[in-house]
């Protein structure tokens, strides 16, 4: 009895949780979302099926809190670790100084912009540094430029990589985020374009430098 009500309040919890980050995307929402969820899954596991296989020795309560308890933590951390830690490490290569992106960085504090030696165009944002690459500014004119670098700042400035990130941790534990996330990921895209148009004035180099690495 004390399980089915623990049970059915963790369910509600997670899909309560689960809720209200679709509607303010906020990173926390989504944890604590994961947390009621990892917690559904130990309780129904330790309910259904160890209670359906005897439970020998405890082995399946044993094993149930190891994977969940442990398990799925230590994958989270991993997956930080490396898209946190690691990857932003990689790709700092060259500190750039183009006399046109100083006043830009300025928008937003503590922003940097790495060049990436690619002749692949693209560029992303982790945490609160820029990457471009070299291709990309092949590619573009000065005003695409800089409104690539307006859209990536815009990534910056609302936190996107954050998000991004846990969006990809909930594509991957939580079931019922599968089919959400990317709806996340357009408004985020949508957001950056919205900040980049907004200091340029105009949607024009936005939508030109997307059509450009459309075809790229
Ligand atoms: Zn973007």
Known sequence: MMETVMLVGSI????LFFWLWKRTRSVWLAYAHLSMLTFTGFVLSLQSFCTWSGNALGM???VVSKVLGYGVPIAVALTFVFGWIVM???YKQRFADLGFTHKLLR???GARLWIVDTAKPYAFALKKDVFITVGM???LTKKEQEAVLLHELGHVRQKTSLRKFTAAVMRLVSPVSAFYT???LNAEE???DAFAASIQGTTRYVLSAR???NKA
């Open 107 to 109: 928008l937003v504090p």
């Open 137 to 139: 500014f092949d590619i």
């Open 88 to 90: 932003p490490f990689l």
């Open 182 to 184: 990317h709806k996340v």
């Open 211 to 213: 059509a450009k690495l």
């Open 190 to 192: 949508r957001d950056a």
């Open 60 to 62: 399946c309560t044993w």
């Open 12 to 15: 509600l919890a997670a899909l």
